[in-house]
């Protein structure tokens, strides 16, 4: 099961960060105002939704998710855990690290809440976008923490054994 649940979230990892790389292009397109690729002569102008501080962590954070689930993967053949507590870790971030995604994806589309919150609040909010944006990392949120709980659990569970 391991090996399954492993080729899983380095899959998943891979397709989030290769999203966090592409979504770079996009972050600079919005820090110049214009779609401009060198060496190609054209370029036009490109106005994107939100600011430059929601293009970045679309970037940065989508690359950071991938890193977390590929990182996850290579831990399930070095802690003990039960095949049942393996599942979990494996869906807990495929779960979390694309709720994560939708969460940076609806923050850089403007969000005016930022997705922080159903409903209005210091930022802005009480629009469809936002409260989505929420709603989809919602369940992340949740999952990330215990998936990284039950790898620690696991993690010292194996070191223990080691020691024995």
């Not at 929601?54 to 590929?70: D, E, F, P, V």
């Not at 802690?79 to 971030?93: F, H, N």
């Amino acid at each position: 099961m391991t090996e399954r649940n492993q080729a899983r979230l380095i899959g998943h990892g891979a397709v989030i960060f290769f999203l966090g790389l592409m979504s770079g292009y996009l972050f600079a397109f919005r820090l110049l105002g214009e779609f401009r690729l060198w060496p190609m002569p054209w370029h036009f102008s490109l106005t994107l939704p939100s600011d430059e501080r929601a293009w970045r962590a679309m970037h940065t954070g989508n690359i950071l998710n991938g890193l977390m689930l590929i990182g996850g993967a290579l831990c399930l053949p070095r802690v003990r855990l039960l095949p049942r507590a393996e599942a979990w870790v494996t869906w807990g971030l495929i779960v979390s690290g694309w709720g994560n995604f939708g969460f940076y994806l609806g923050a850089a589309l403007g969000a005016t809440g930022r997705g922080l919150s159903v409903g209005p609040n210091r930022f802005g909010g009480g629009d469809l976008l936002s409260d989505l944006t929420f709603l989809v990392a919602f369940p992340g949120a949740i999952l990330a923490p215990l998936a990284m709980l039950l790898i620690a659990r696991g993690a010292f569970a194996a070191a223990k054994a080691a020691r024995s």
